[in-house]
């Protein structure tokens, strides 16, 4: 997604630049990669939006190469905001079963790792142990990646401001 003129407000001339790569697909699957990392609870969801009605198959969290990968609020944004019966693709920084199982459960039917072997492997010791019971770790959270050096200044600050009202900060270690 063409993050510059979102982040203008320019929804129109997203629509249809979306618009225009689906056609050129010629039926063939698209994601569109929404980079959450430069966007606020509100953007993530207003963007999922955008990239349905826009004719997409699928929303995607990250490059990559933005601030931070998935996080599970993201995810579950971005379900929520386009339904049950529409591709939602988490990817960046999950390397453990856990994770994926988390992401999925939050709304993911896509993980995109470049684990897989780690993710197998943590696989085997999940299986014998009651992780299971854990609240949603911080570490998963837009908050805690957020970092002042790879995301502008409001949107870093949006974010820090939201694990003061987060639920689930009582979780949180650092915080102890």
Known sequence: MNVAAFKDRNF????????????????????????????????????????????????????????????????????EAVGPNFGVKAAGGIDEFRDALRMIAAGANRIGASSGVRIIDSYRWAKHSDWLIEEIPCRLCPSRKATFKSMPKKIFQYYKLKCVDCPYRRFNRFYE
Not at 19 to 28: F, H, Q
């Open 12 to 79: 129109d001339f997203v629509v249809e630049d979306i618009k225009a790569v689906v056609e050129a697909t010629g039926g063939n699957p698209l994601k569109v990669i929404i980079e959450t990392g430069y966007l606020t609870y509100e953007e993530i969801s207003q963007a999922s939006k955008l990239v349905k009605e826009a004719g997409a198959d699928f929303v995607k969290n990250s490059t990559g190469y933005g601030p931070f990968g998935a996080t599970i609020p993201h995810v579950f944004l971005m379900r």
